[in-house]
């Protein structure tokens, strides 16, 4: 058996794989100080009481990992980690792998998809966009450990809004959750609308444009529009054989999957006119299962 562990900023997810499934699950209480103490500690109680033998470790991080080295996990509060002495002191023989979470969880979309794929590239839009590669089976982490940082392109020259990472323009700050209520904000006062302005979400907006809001088509259209040229660019570099989409924001479902696919193949070389886009099926067991394979 493979333990996958998903490491978020309150819960450490923890699962046991086998065969691509996940068997058990675990739920740690994200620490700082003492996370991967704590982690290992209940693999090793786990393991001992169902008395289960296991194969490897792999965790998917959110921030910059090298090898069994942290350089970064910020929202955590974690820097400058080597975490192999620590699990050496619970599991000495066990190959430890790490890399960052959206790589995990498009590597785990890709062994979940039954059409055996083998290259996929996965774009997460939540509070944040991110996105992670994957090339014959395996994740790419990059030179810098920042593939797939797909959030921090340059796409809207439109509005430059500022980017928490610096930038200006980034695809994040337009279809990211937050990025779609400050873009409904703006245009608030230019649509005949029915959403209401002291509370509106991302879903609140895309549910709007399913019944044809003015106000929730035209952003809806903005978003995929600059999805389907984001996806367009990342295509002609990597090639890969289909793109999921998740997190939160995909909730919105065919609406939105299909009008990226619109603006993909508007914005898109002849010669890969065919990708396929689709939705992302895990949900939170992705980043788990995609760590369990990380060898
Ligand atoms: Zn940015």
Do not use: W
């Not at 562990?5 to 068997?23: A, L, P, S």
């Not at 995990?104 to 966009?129: H, P, Q, R």
């Not at 959030?151 to 930038?167: P, S």
């Amino acid at each position: 058996m493979r333990v996958g562990i998903d490491v978020g900023g309150t819960t450490v997810k923890i699962g046991f794989v086998d065969d691509y499934k996940i068997i058990y699950r675990l739920v740690v209480e994200t620490k700082k100080d003492t996370l991967f103490d704590d982690v290992f500690k209940a693999v090793k109680c786990f393991i001992e009481e169902k008395n289960i033998k296991i194969s490897e470790i792999g965790f998917g991080l959110p921030g910059h990992v090298s090898g069994t080295y942290i350089d970064k996990l910020p929202n955590i509060g974690i820097y400058d980690l080597d975490i192999k002495p620590i699990a050496n002191k619970y599991f000495p023989n066990i190959n430890i792998y790490t890399t960052n979470d959206a790589n995990a969880a498009a590597l785990g979309e890709l062994l979940n998809d039954k059409d055996n794929v083998k290259s996929a590239y996965m774009i997460t839009l939540g509070t944040g966009v991110g996105g992670g590669l994957v090339i014959d089976s395996k994740v790419v982490n990059g030179y810098h450990s920042n593939c797939g940082e797909i959030g921090h392109i340059y796409i809207d020259f439109n509005h430059n809004y500022q980017c928490t990472c610096g930038l200006k323009g980034c695809l994040e700050t337009v279809a990211s959750a937050t990025g779609i209520v400050r873009l409904a904000n703006d245009y608030y006062d230019q649509f005949k609308t029915s959403i209401d302005r002291n509370n509106m979400s991302a879903k609140t907006i895309l549910d709007a444009a399913k019944k044809n809001d003015e106000l929730g088509l035209f952003i809806l259209n903005y978003v995929s529009e600059s999805l389907g040229r984001a996806i367009a660019t990342i295509e002609l570099s990597v090639d890969v054989e289909r793109i999921y989409i998740g997190g939160g924001v995909s909730d919105a479902g065919d609406i939105l999957i299909n009008k990226i696919k619109e603006y993909y193949k508007n914005y898109s070389h002849y010669a890969i006119k065919d990708l396929e886009i689709t939705k992302a099926k895990l949900g939170n067991d992705a980043g788990m299962l995609g760590a369990a394979y990380l060898y």
